[in-house]
């Protein structure tokens, strides 16, 4: 079963901007909706985000026992901005008064990938979700975790990987040689033989 969370794949782009917590809303909902007890979690990227919301939530109506958290995301990294970047931060305001639709188009330059592609309202989301750090939240994850993570992955680092393995009590790192931050499309047999090996018992 999969959840597709508004504004991702060909789904409805939510009518305000969404944090992280509106998608744990969501999540938690879909679950009770599909009148689920006992369920694994499995997130990739933003997913592995909302998971690190959801399993820190107090009286959820139901048990969650594993998770698998793949190239997640949720630790706030301070960007490396370069001398053009740090010009255009300083400018910005200025610009602004001056030209709002100027301001959208520099912000589309030197943003992410992710940034550049996006929607008006979900880079408002994007950057709203981005700056949001769950690094403290992560000690108090008490389920089986397993971490897969791609040793390249430059989108979330493979420090990010080693940093839940020591934050989380009950996990483990699988790390996918040469491969991203889509280490499971990279490398699907390991990937499913891992998965298949972690969520048996």
Known sequence: MQLTFLGFGKSDEPKEVWDVDKYTDLTEKFIQKMDL?????????????VIIKLVNRDNLKFKINKLVLIDSAGIRHEPKKTFRQKIYK???????????KLLNKIKTKVGSADY??????????????????LSMLIPNITNATLI??????TATPYSDAEYLNEKIKDSGIVKIENAGHFSFIENPYLVNKVLESFLKN
């Open 37 to 49: 007890h006992h369920l694994s979690l499995l997130g990739h990227s933003f997913g592995g985000r």
């Open 90 to 100: 300083i400018a910005f305001p200025m610009i602004k008064k001056i030209s709002p």
């Open 148 to 153: 897969i993570w791609g040793e390249n992955d």
């Open 116 to 133: 550049r592609n996006a929607t008006p309202m979900m880079r408002d989301i994007l950057v709203k979700t981005v700056n949001e750090d």
